[in-house]
């Protein structure tokens, strides 16, 4: 099962989560901070682990990230997404970025975040929508408070927790789930036919 770890992007608490031998760092914060990450990973532990940006930004303002981003050579990007269209737009996005700095075309992967509920009614659109598309994530929690509810087991959270793994398989890419369960949510996972997990950093 693949894990991969949500980390804050802050000098020490990267250097921990690199000791923690997990397949994927996923790094959040100000892109300033995050490409400084980036960099300061590649020379603690040069090709150990995959390094991937957490973005929550739009318009204008992912154009002005993703220019200080993409300069720092990420392995991928992990977008919230509501449809497929921002997978593809994102994805010619990055191909701009690549050929400005002589990076080879798809160098940049996507994981797709579900995060909201409008997201499970387009999963459709993300199969096949684009070859940088490497696996779709279901941030538990966040799918929680967008239904304003607390419990774990409520009907509709876990049927977009199986819709999201339904349509991982049927783009033929890994699901990951998010949670913060952390003592079972690799038994959780496995259960429900995600191939790995995220685990939020202490």
């Known amino acids: 099962m693949l894990v991969h770890l949500l980390v804050p992007a802050e000098i020490p608490k990267l250097e921990n989560a690199l000791a923690r031998g997990a397949d994927a760092l996923w790094l959040a914060g100000r892109s300033s901070a995050v490409a400084d990450c980036l960099r300061a990973a590649r020379q603690l532990r040069p090709g150990r682990q995959k390094l991937y940006v957490h973005i929550e930004s739009r318009g204008e303002t992912i154009e002005q990230d993703l220019d200080e981003l993409i300069a720092a050579a990420p392995d991928g990007i992990v977008l919230p997404v509501s449809h497929g269209a921002e997978v593809e737009h994102l994805g010619v996005r990055l191909a701009v970025r690549e050929a400005e700095l002589g990076l080879e075309d798809g160098t940049t ?53 199986h819709l999201t793994v339904l349509a991982a398989k049927a783009a033929g890419i890994p699901a990951l789930l998010i949670d913060d369960e952390t003592e079972s949510l690799a038994t959780t996972a496995k259960r429900d036919g995600f191939d790995g997990i995220v685990r939020r950093a202490p």
């Not at 797709?112 to 598309?133: D, H, K, N, V, Y």
């Not at 994530?137 to 966040?142: I, L």
């Not at 408070?145 to 927790?161: E, F, W, Y």
């Open 109 to 161: 992967q996507i994981i797709g975040l579900i995060a909201a509920p409008a997201a499970i009614f387009q999963l459709r659109t993300l199969a096949a929508t684009s070859r940088r598309l490497v696996a779709l994530s279901f941030d538990a929690r966040a799918f929680a408070n967008a239904l304003d509810v607390s419990d774990g087991d409520s009907g509709p959270l876990n049927l977009a927790r």
